[in-house]
Structure formats: structure tokens, C-alpha cells
């Protein structure tokens, strides 16, 4: 009689052990001392706390060379995709548009070579962020916060929810622009942002049915705005000689400075920094295992790859689109994302489907996907910085409201006018352009620390690679922030706060750059010690 109950009770274990083998994260259960409780409190937290949205566990082989990574397969490259796609939507969001169409109404073609170029180094910066979250189990909040002291960390991610509010104002007024374009004008500005607002419990929806579900969705998001430039390319017709020279010939002048300035620092966007390192979590890859790491840093690589690529020709085909319609004329320079459906209906009419409401479907479909990313953004960089324990619903209505609360009073204040608008997408872009190095020093910190990254360290050459990008896009975009200033700033008072918190803003970059002890510092070592010794002989 007391055999049976042994029997009951040693046969669930077994489904159980091999349950928690193949859904829990790699993280616990192969080397459960590497992992702080604090990181496996996050995952529970974020868009991974279901066991069966990790997707890619069936995936173990039954070789056991962990050292050398597996063959290339298709099925595997299927199963991989997915958080290249989701990436790429911040490439793709209204600010990006908007910065899109001004190139090409004032700068024509001739800026297209830049776009091509600075999505190459977008490129190279998610792919370390994909490194980062490969390679160590762990998103770059997280990795933050026990990075850095406590009052650092609390200034990352203040930084970094301010880059976020910025972003999430332009994507939610974008999208109310596109249902005031398609409801005829009917529904207002602010009726359109809180229509926006419902995509937080869409996306706690879409959430409950897995992550590969969430990521269908967003595959026909981008489909329906590929397919609706598209349609407005073929239908406007650009000159194909000049699109190949704009891609081919680099041009610049000093009347079209601040259009490749904005295409340049509409690339790389803070959040979207940190929320790549965090969706690699949802592949269940164990960071012990050098073969299975390798093996994931070389799908995502392809995937973020042909990811961006279909970005580009979305941004290639609006900027052409309105290079061929308004390049040279007298709307050029008053043009922008309130009312660029109208120009495009009174300069080439309808047909079966008008443009403009091509036009508004396309940037609805930018401004629903850029604002559920931003919101999955937000959870990550909240959870992770901060290390909150709440349940889903309630971090999604914080995260959610952060960006929904000033945005409504935005649009109720801003909607008598299409100028303050446009002034408001400037302070926006600056907003977000100052944000960038908080995002970029943290990860080429971390991602060049072998005691962090291990074996997947970069290379020095990578490092200088990454850096002198990194310096670029940081140089270009305090341009941007000068050249803004100098023409808005008015007053002693105001003056004098504005230098105050610059004098801050460098010290905090300086602080995280020395912090580093990374390769900038080395270069600057090795050139005085040249210098030195060349004085020397």
C-alpha cells in the first residue's frame, strides 16, 4: 500500500524537470550562480515571464561540441526572426517620416547616400546591443544598473525616459495625425490620441498569445507600410538616374546642413538601444554555451540585417516620393507631417485610391507599431534600471501613461496650428538627439569588457569601429543641439540655465566615458606615449 504513492508522486518530477528544461530561460539552469535572483525577478516581470513564449527551445542538438557553432539552417534562421523586425520600427516611426519627407522636399535626391550610410551604422550599434543581450542572458538596463553606482544608474534611466517620452509624443501625434486623416477630419488631434492610448491593452492582448504572435502582427504592420509607400513610389514615378546618383554620389551643402543632420540623428534612438538587447531574451539561448551563442549573434545578425533593409527602402521610397513632388518648389520648406497629405492630394490628385489616404495608412500603420514598441521599450527600461516587481497590466498603464498624459495635453494645446507643431517636432528631436550618448557609451562600455562579455568580447578593431560611429552620431547631434539653441535661446535667465545644465550634461558624459576605461582613453595613452617618445629620440 505504500508503493503506489512513491510511484504517484516520482512520476511528475520527470515532465516537470524536462518542462522547466525546455521553457524556462537558459539562465537558471544551466550555471544558477552566474545569475543573480534579481535577474531571474526581471524576466518574470517583462514580455518573458510565460514559459511557452520562449519559442526556440525544441532547438538543443544531440551533438555535444557547444564550442563550435551549428550549420546554417533555414528552418533555424525562421525560428530566429522576429526581434530584428520589432527593432526596426524605431527606423521607421513618424519622426523618422517626417525627417524623410523634409530631406527629400528641400535636398531633393542628394541625401539619399546619407540614408544609406547612416542606417549602416544604425546597423553596426543594434548589432552590439543583440551581442550584449546574446551573450550575456541579460538587457542592457539590467546590466546598467549593476554596472554602475546607484546615482548613475538613476540618471541612465532618467535619460532614458526622457528619450523615450520624446519619441512616444511624436509616434502617438503621428498616429493621431493618420485617423484625422482617415476619418476625414472628423476625429480631432487629441480624440486621436487617446485612440493611440487604447495600444496598451492591445498590446497586453496580444501579449497572452505569445510572443511569435506579437511579432506576426508587427510583420503585417511593416508589410501594410511598405506596401503603402510603395504604391505612392510607383504612383508618383521618381527619376530612377537621380535616385541611383543621390545613392551613389555623396553631396552636401550648406542650404541642406540640417536635413543631413536630421537623417543622421533620426537613426539611432535611445530606447531602441536598450529594447534590442532585451527582445533577444525571448530565444532560449544558454550563454554558457559558446556554439549556441555564436550560433544566435549569427542569425541575428542576418535578420536584423535584411530587417533594416526593408527600413531603408520604406525611408528611401518616402523621401523620393516627395523629392520628385516638392523638391524646388515654394511648399518645400513649410512642408512637414501635419500636413503632408494634403500637399501630396493637390499635387497628384486621387485615382482609385487617393494618396492621401495611402499616405495616412501607411503613417498609421508607422505610428500603431512605433507606439506598442515604445511601450515594450518602457517596461524593459523601468524593470531593468529600477528593478520593479509589478504585475504586466500595471507596468504597461505606468509605462503607458508616462508618454499618454503629456501627450493629450500636447495635442490640445497644439492643435490650433500646423507651425507649433513643427516647433514642437524640433524640441522633440533635440530632446532625443542629447540622449543618445546615455544610451551608446553604457553598451560599447559593456560590450568591450571582457569580464562581461567573455569570449565575445569585441575586437579592438570593432572597438574603434564602434566608437568613432559613436562619436560621429554624438558630434552630429550636439551640431544639432547648438544650432538649435543659439536661434532659441533669448534672455540672461534662460542663458544662464542652459549653460548651467550643459555644464552638467558634459560632466555626466565625461564621467561615463572615463568610467569606461575603455578604448578611447588607450588611443589617448598610446598618442602621448608616441609623442612622448618621439620628443625622446
Not at 546554417?72 to 527593432?87: A, D
Not at 522636399?105 to 546574446?134: C, D, E, F, H, N
Not at 496598451?200 to 506579437?214: D, P, S
Request: hydrophobic residues 50%; proline residues 5%.
Amino acid at each position: 500500500m505504500t508503493s503506489p504513492p512513491p510511484t504517484a508522486t516520482s512520476s511528475p518530477p520527470p515532465p516537470k524537470h524536462e518542462e522547466s528544461h525546455h521553457l524556462l530561460p537558459p539562465k537558471s539552469p544551466p550555471s544558477p550562480a552566474t545569475i543573480p535572483i534579481t535577474s531571474d525577478n526581471f524576466s518574470d516581470e517583462v514580455a518573458y515571464e510565460s514559459e511557452d513564449k520562449i519559442l526556440i527551445v525544441d532547438l538543443e542538438l544531440e551533438s555535444t561540441d557547444d564550442i563550435k557553432s551549428p550549420l546554417f539552417s533555414w528552418k533555424k534562421l525562421w525560428l530566429f526572426t522576429g526581434p530584428g523586425f520589432l527593432m526596426s520600427i524605431a527606423f521607421l516611426d513618424p519622426g523618422n517620416l517626417e525627417g524623410d519627407l523634409q530631406s527629400g522636399a528641400i535636398a531633393g535626391y542628394s541625401l539619399l547616400w546619407l540614408l544609406m550610410w547612416a542606417t549602416g551604422m544604425g546597423l553596426l550599434i543594434q548589432l552590439l546591443s543583440v551581442r550584449v543581450g546574446v551573450a550575456t542572458g541579460k538587457h542592457l538596463a539590467e546590466l546598467c544598473r549593476e554596472e554602475y553606482p546607484y546615482w548613475a544608474g538613476l540618471l541612465l534611466w532618467f535619460m532614458a525616459e526622457l528619450a523615450l517620452i520624446g519619441a512616444d509624443i511624436q509616434e502617438v501625434i503621428g498616429s493621431a495625425i493618420a485617423i484625422q486623416i482617415l476619418s476625414h477630419g472628423v476625429l480631432p488631434l487629441w480624440a486621436g490620441v487617446v485612440i493611440t492610448a487604447s495600444d496598451c491593452f492591445i498590446f497586453l492582448l496580444l501579449e497572452n498569445y505569445g510572443v511569435r504572435k506579437l511579432e506576426a502582427v508587427f510583420a503585417v504592420l511593416i508589410s501594410t507600410m511598405g506596401l503603402s509607400f510603395a504604391w505612392m513610389f510607383a504612383d508618383t514615378e521618381p527619376s530612377g538616374k537621380e535616385l541611383l546618383i543621390g545613392l551613389l554620389v555623396p553631396k552636401l551643402s550648406s542650404r541642406t546642413i540640417r536635413q543631413a543632420v536630421g537623417v543622421v540623428g533620426c537613426v539611432i534612438m535611445p530606447h531602441n538601444v536598450f529594447l534590442h538587447s532585451a527582445l533577444v531574451q525571448s530565444r532560449n539561448i544558454d550563454p554558457s554555451k559558446k556554439g549556441r551563442v555564436q550560433e544566435a549573434v549569427n542569425y541575428y545578425t542576418i535578420e536584423s540585417s535584411a530587417a533594416l533593409f526593408v527600413s531603408f527602402m520604406i525611408n528611401l521610397f518616402v523621401t523620393t516620393v516627395f523629392a520628385k513632388g516638392f523638391y524646388g518648389t515654394k511648399q518645400a520648406s513649410s512642408i512637414g507631417l501635419v500636413n503632408a497629405g494634403q500637399y501630396l492630394e493637390e499635387k497628384y490628385g486621387g485615382g482609385a485610391l487617393p494618396i492621401l489616404y495611402i499616405w495616412g495608412i501607411g503613417l498609421l500603420a508607422a505610428g500603431q507599431s512605433s507606439t506598442i514598441t515604445g511601450t515594450y521599450a518602457g517596461q524593459f527600461i523601468m524593470g531593468g534600471f529600477l528593478n520593479l516587481r509589478l504585475k504586466k497590466w500595471m507596468r504597461a498603464l505606468i509605462t503607458r501613461s508616462c508618454a499618454i498624459v503629456p501627450t493629450i495635453i500636447v495635442a490640445l494645446v497644439y492643435n490650433r496650428s500646423e507651425a507649433s507643431l513643427d516647433v514642437l517636432n524640433e524640441w522633440l528631436n533635440v530632446l532625443q538627439s542629447i540622449q543618445i550618448p546615455f544610451a551608446l557609451i553604457p553598451l560599447l562600455t559593456l560590450v568591450s569588457k571582457e569580464q562581461i562579455m567573455g569570449d565575445f568580447k569585441i575586437g579592438s578593431f570593432m572597438q574603434r569601429a564602434a566608437w568613432t560611429v559613436a562619436a560621429l552620431v554624438m558630434v552630429i547631434n550636439g551640431y544639432l543641439f547648438l544650432d538649435f539653441f543659439v536661434s532659441k535661446v533669448n534672455g540672461m535667465l534662460f542663458g544662464l540655465v542652459v549653460c548651467t545644465g550643459t555644464a552638467a550634461y558634459v560632466a555626466f558624459i565625461f564621467y561615463l566615458i572615463v568610467h569606461s576605461d575603455c578604448l578611447p582613453v588607450a588611443w589617448l595613452n598610446q598618442i602621448f606615449s608616441k609623442g612622448y617618445t618621439n620628443v625622446g629620440n
